[in-house]
Structure formats: C-alpha cells, structure tokens
C-alpha cells in the first residue's frame, strides 16, 4: 500500500504538471 501510495503522489505530480503547461500553452493559442 505505501508503494501505491508513493506511485499515486508521482503521477499525480506529472499530471499537475501537465496540466500547468497545457493551460500555458492553451493560453499562447489564444494570444496568436
């Protein structure tokens, strides 16, 4: 369980990530 629980917080890291730049590069569309 404490693996799963450690593997879990990676990806979500990852996808928090992803997310951050994926609004940023959404937001650059919209400048052009």
Known sequence: PTAT???GRHIG???KILDMTGLRFSA???LK
């Open 5 to 7: 629980k450690k593997h």
């Open 13 to 15: 890291n990852c996808l």
């Open 28 to 30: 650059l569309n919209h």
